[in-house]
């Protein structure tokens, strides 16, 4: 792959986990909302650990492509 082309990989998967962390600050605010109206938490809670199972892949995803653009870097 040549090097524009990763980095548009790149900031791809950086926007993918900047909004994965927005969508996790999200679901904890909604937990806590129901939490006050003491509704059950259990789908809420699921559907946060969900959020945090994508994001682990996306920054693992996004570190990945970070090594191979600072190899390419190095290689030129």
Same mark, same amino acid.
């Given at each position: 792959?040549?090097? &524009?082309?990763?980095?548009?990989?790149?900031? &791809?998967a950086q926007e993918r986990a900047a909004l994965g962390e927005k969508h996790i600050a999200s679901q904890h605010k909604v937990i806590a909302k129901l939490k006050g109206l003491g509704a059950d938490l259990t789908e809420a809670e699921r559907l946060l650990a969900?959020?945090?199972d994508l994001?682990?892949?996306?920054?693992?995803d996004r570190d990945r492509i970070e090594r191979e653009l600072a190899e390419l870097m190095q290689s030129k």
């Open positions: 792959m040549d090097i &524009e082309m990763v980095e548009r990989h790149l900031a &791809e969900n959020f945090e994001q682990r892949a996306y920054v693992a």
